[in-house]
């Protein structure tokens, strides 16, 4: 690929990892006439991510629509991620109101078939570059900012100059460490094991989660008629479910409320997990270099948000940035922009979910939403707004919701 006249870059955007931010922002910036790098340390173009929820939430459905996606899914076999959810109240069902529209959806998914199916993508797209086996080992800085990476590949070292760097390299960032952005922890007190179950049914073939105070379960039907159960229990209980792993784990799953059965199906991998997945965030930006997907933001993974996060970021930043990445703007403000629109959209989830993350069980305000939206049906679309992650917070909590939710109550005390 020929470097531009005016300036001495190979590339206008080097983005490291090809996972599924990486290669979202790849395409959609390669589209919009930025030349692209998209650099994977793995030499595998089926390589995928294994410990997920392989759920992609509605919030993530327009990115796939932009995209051009939403055909493949379909024939490689998604399942549209309907959902409820149980609490002490009762079941939570978002249904469609009789005279409204449909209410929205993603998919569930899973990595091994997705991750492929993007990547693939991205290296049809004219504009990317797929380097696989290129590892960013160090990035090119001068004058405090980053104007590129070098990476180890198949055929040795290699340096890369871009305009933008972009770290769509996880939780555990390479271009996040090189650059000095660090990233503020928040502790999960909950650990977390998961398997796929083949020919396991589930009520209405929707989505389950199960929300136990404190302790977490759920069950997302896949492709391919496999279904990812995860448990997610009080990391109190984790010396005793080690002892016998397989053996908790299983016993946990057929004690759930409506318990899927597991017994009559058949697990097609291993019980794997983490015991320590605490959240992370970091600043989206820095001179030179852009975050997106986990690398800026790392969810808990019991609201299997991630993926859709992954997706609306690298939407956000290519948006931002695609015009200043060509040389057309000033990139800064590009990047100013991208951080401010990743601060407003995400900011008040995490903090929701760092703080459900310390184990506790549901506080007044949670009590009050949960229990009338297993009550009442428009307060279950409502929740389902907020679970897709299409709301925010203070929508979810607005005067009016929390108004109605207390009036489902009283009337339901009064019918009691």
């Known amino acids: 690929m020929t470097k531009p006249e005016s300036a001495g870059y190979d590339y206008d955007v080097a983005i490291s990892g090809a996972g599924l931010?990486?290669?979202?922002?790849?395409?959609?910036?390669?589209?919009?006439?930025?030349?692209v790098a998209l650099l994977e340390r793995r030499s595998d173009p089926e390589a995928h991510k294994v410990l997920c929820t392989h759920s992609l939430t509605a919030n993530a459905y327009?990115?796939?629509?932009?995209?051009?996606?939403?055909?493949?899914?379909?024939?490689?076999?998604?399942?549209?991620?309907?959902?409820?959810?149980?609490?002490?109240?009762?079941?939570?069902?978002?249904?469609?109101?009789?005279?409204?529209?449909?209410?929205?959806?993603?998919?569930?998914?899973?990595?091994?078939t997705l991750d492929p199916l993007i990547r693939s993508l991205a290296a049809e797209t004219p504009g990317v570059d797929l380097l696989l086996g290129h590892h960013v080992t160090g990035l090119v800085r001068e004058a405090g900012r980053t104007l590129g990476v070098r990476a180890s590949t198949p055929q040795g070292e290699r340096?890369?100059?871009?305009?933008?760097?972009?770290?769509?390299?996880?939780?555990?960032?390479?271009?996040?460490?090189?650059?000095?952005?660090?990233?503020?922890?928040?502790?999960?007190?909950?650990?977390?094991?998961?398997?796929?179950?083949?020919?396991?049914?589930?009520?209405?073939?929707?989505?389950?989660?199960w929300f136990l105070e404190p302790d977490m379960a759920y069950a997302f039907p896949n492709d391919d008629g496999v279904t990812v159960i995860?448990?997610?229990?009080?990391?109190?209980?984790?010396?005793?479910?080690?002892?016998?792993?397989?053996?908790?784990?299983?016993?946990?799953?057929?004690?759930?409320?409506?318990?899927?059965?597991?017994d009559s199906a058949e697990r097609i991998t291993k019980i794997i997990g983490t015991v320590n997945y605490p959240l992370h965030s970091r600043k989206p930006t820095a001179p030179g270099v852009a975050f997106i997907g986990d690398a800026a933001l790392t969810g808990d993974p019991l609201w299997g948000v991630g993926c859709g996060w992954a997706l609306q970021s690298a939407q956000w930043l290519a948006e931002a940035v695609a015009s200043a990445a060509t040389g057309r703007g000033d990139l800064d403000t590009s990047l100013v922009a991208?951080?401010?629109?990743?601060?407003?959209?995400?900011?008040?989830?995490?903090?929701?979910?760092?703080?459900?993350?310390?184990?506790?069980?549901?506080?007044?305000?949670?009590?009050?939403?949960?229990?009338?939206?297993?009550?009442?049906?428009?307060?279950?679309?409502?929740?389902?707004?907020?679970?897709?992650?299409?709301?925010?917070?203070?929508?979810?909590?607005?005067?009016?919701?929390?108004?109605?939710?207390?009036?489902?109550?009283?009337?339901?005390?009064?019918?009691?």
Do not use: C
């Not at 002892?243 to 409320?257: I, K, M, N, Y």
């Open 62 to 112: 327009p990115v796939l629509d932009e995209l051009g996606l939403i055909p493949a899914l379909e024939k490689a076999g998604a399942v549209r991620n309907k959902a409820r959810w149980y609490t002490r109240w009762g079941w939570i069902e978002p249904r469609a109101a009789p005279t409204g529209p449909e209410l929205p959806y993603g998919y569930n998914i899973r990595r091994s």
């Open 159 to 209: 340096e890369i100059r871009a305009r933008l760097v972009v770290g769509a390299d996880g939780k555990d960032s390479d271009v996040a460490k090189l650059a000095g952005v660090p990233a503020r922890l928040f502790e999960n007190e909950r650990f977390g094991y998961l398997a796929h179950f083949r020919d396991l049914p589930l009520r209405d073939g929707v989505s389950h989660a």
């Open 21 to 35: 931010a990486g290669s979202a922002a790849a395409i959609l910036l390669a589209r919009r006439g930025v030349r």
């Open 338 to 416: 991208y951080e401010r629109r990743h601060r407003s959209r995400l900011r008040g989830h995490q903090y929701l979910a760092a703080d459900f993350a310390t184990s506790r069980p549901f506080n007044p305000m949670e009590r009050l939403m949960f229990s009338a939206a297993a009550r009442d049906e428009s307060m279950a679309r409502h929740m389902h707004l907020f679970g897709s992650r299409l709301i925010g917070p203070l929508r979810f909590l607005n005067p009016l919701a929390l108004a109605k939710a207390s009036v489902v109550n009283i009337k339901h005390r009064g019918a009691a």
């Open 230 to 262: 995860a448990v997610l229990p009080d990391k109190k209980r984790l010396p005793a479910f080690r002892e016998d792993l397989e053996g908790s784990f299983l016993a946990f799953v057929r004690a759930l409320p409506e318990a899927p059965p597991i």
